[in-house]
């Protein structure tokens, strides 16, 4: 066998597995609302009125003005809320989206540049 044909086989393995691992993490690192937007909601169970959840982290620059001097807004423990689980996104032109949040998911986090990730 051609020695440096079995050195490339020794490092296909790790560069797949390094490839693989950085396109999850852009996949986490994409927000689950569009661009252009002014505001979310998250919404657990189905009552009516809905039942909006509070974020249980908020962290701001001084000024404290959302989203300007947003560092970061969180909701965790997730999985103990009422299911289902809706992310509302309001958009800047007047419309918005619902989403349906996974089973299981425990976390929310809205970071500067109004990115949001669920997991």
Known sequence: MNPGANFMSYLTKPLVVAFALILS?????A???????????????????PASMTPDMERFKPGGRWPDDLIEQGWHNLRKAHAPLRLVCRYKDGKQETLLLPKGTDACVLKPGLIINCK
């Open 25 to 29: 993490q852009q996949a986490n690192a």
């Open 31 to 49: 927000s689950l609302c569009k661009a252009g937007l002014s505001g979310i909601t998250l919404i657990e169970g189905n009552y009516d009125p």
